[in-house]
């Protein structure tokens, strides 16, 4: 099992923007799928950005392109989700994940929830009207 450790989320006022962190203590081995996905109460878990580390292809959803990036920095066994202009909507705690099967960014959109075996803890986002 990878530990997986968010950080970066807070507070910020619509049109505001964050950058979340989750680094692994291990390195992924080449051929996993990383994700951000995240969840509001009341609301099913929901993926927002897939990365294959494969060729760095990516995938994200309707409701944050445009606006969220995913990259990652295999050097430091990082991952990072940028996002911008923030909504009251993207309001949730966000969530790293991985998966060693890969080929999630084949749609256009990220993998559902139960795509993945690795987990963080999540960091919690508020943004605020």
């Known amino acids: 099992q990878l530990r997986l450790v968010e950080s970066g989320g807070g507070s910020v006022q619509a049109g505001g923007s964050l950058r979340l962190s989750c680094v692994s203590e291990?390195?992924?081995?080449?051929?996993?799928?990383l994700a951000w996905l995240r969840q509001s109460p009341g609301k099913r878990r929901e993926g927002v950005a897939a990365?294959?580390?494969?060729?760095?292809?990516?995938a994200y959803a309707d409701s944050v392109q445009g606006r969220f990036t995913i990259s990652r920095d295999s050097s430091k066994n990082a991952l990072y989700l940028q996002m911008n202009n923030l909504e009251p909507g993207d309001s949730g705690m966000y969530y790293c994940?991985?998966?060693?099967?890969?080929?999630?960014?084949?749609?256009?959109?990220?993998?559902?929830?139960?795509?993945?075996?690795?987990w963080g803890q999540g960091t919690q986002v508020s943004v605020s009207p």
């Open positions: 994940a991985a998966d060693a099967t890969g080929f999630c960014t084949s749609s256009p959109t990220p993998p559902p929830a139960e795509w993945y075996d690795h």
């Open positions: 291990h390195s992924y081995g080449g051929g996993f799928c």
């Open positions: 990365i294959d580390e494969r060729d760095d292809t990516t």
